[in-house]
């Protein structure tokens, strides 16, 4: 701040500079606050985007977990012939799952019989789906058996 200057014998050049002065503090001030709430928006957003890829992940990982079981499910059909469905595209076809973890997730399996050489092999391929609408998470796995 600059008090008056000029009761005080100083020169109107230097009054003049001084009071040129005035009011810089405020405009410094809501600047550095903007600068401040825009820092703290970006914060926020990533905050956000890393909660929603996090959510998506473990979607993922779950449904990873829904196929395998799917394969592992239809391996035992496959290996126990008195139990078997017929190997086709709709092998098991659907199949909601209400094990604690996998609750909400449903299975398809595809069955295909190839014969080489005398020998018979099954192809399983195991698609596992969690959640719904935009937040669907989709794995598949593929296994082969020998019985």
Same mark, same amino acid.
């Given at each position: !701040? @600059?008090?008056?200057?000029?009761?005080?014998?100083?020169? =109107?050049?230097?009054?003049?500079?001084?009071?040129?002065?005035?009011?810089?503090?405020?405009?410094?001030?809501? +600047?550095?606050?903007?600068? !401040?709430?825009?820092?703290?928006?970006?914060? $926020?957003?990533? $905050?956000? !985007?890393?909660?929603?890829?996090?959510?998506?992940?473990?979607?993922?990982?779950?449904? +990873?977990?829904?196929?395998?079981?799917?394969?592992?499910?239809?391996?035992?059909?496959?290996?126990?012939?008195?139990?078997?469905?017929?190997?086709?595209? #709709?092998?098991? /076809? /659907?199949? $909601?799952?209400?094990?604690?973890?996998?609750?909400?997730?449903?299975? #398809?399996?595809?069955?295909?019989? !190839?014969?080489?050489?005398? #020998? =018979?092999? +099954?192809?399983?391929?195991?698609?596992?789906? @969690?959640? =719904?609408?935009?937040?669907?998470?989709?794995?598949?796995?593929?296994?082969?058996?020998?019985?």
């Amino acid at each position: !701040m @600059c008090p008056s200057l000029r009761k005080q014998g100083i020169s =109107t050049l230097h009054a003049n500079s001084c009071s040129r002065q005035r009011g810089l503090g405020l405009p410094s001030a809501l +600047f550095l606050i903007l600068i !401040m709430i825009l820092i703290v928006a970006a914060i $926020n957003q990533l $905050n956000e !985007m890393s909660a929603a890829a996090y959510g998506r992940e473990w979607l993922g990982i779950r449904a +990873f977990y829904a196929a395998e079981s799917g394969a592992q499910l239809s391996a035992v059909y496959v290996l126990t012939p008195e139990i078997a469905p017929v190997c086709d595209a #709709n092998f098991i /076809n /659907n199949l $909601n799952l209400t094990t604690f973890g996998l609750s909400e997730c449903r299975v #398809n399996v595809a069955c295909d019989e !190839m014969i080489v050489q005398t #020998n =018979t092999y +099954f192809t399983l391929t195991s698609t596992g789906t @969690c959640g =719904t609408g935009i937040d669907t998470a989709t794995r598949a796995i593929q296994i082969r058996l020998a019985p």
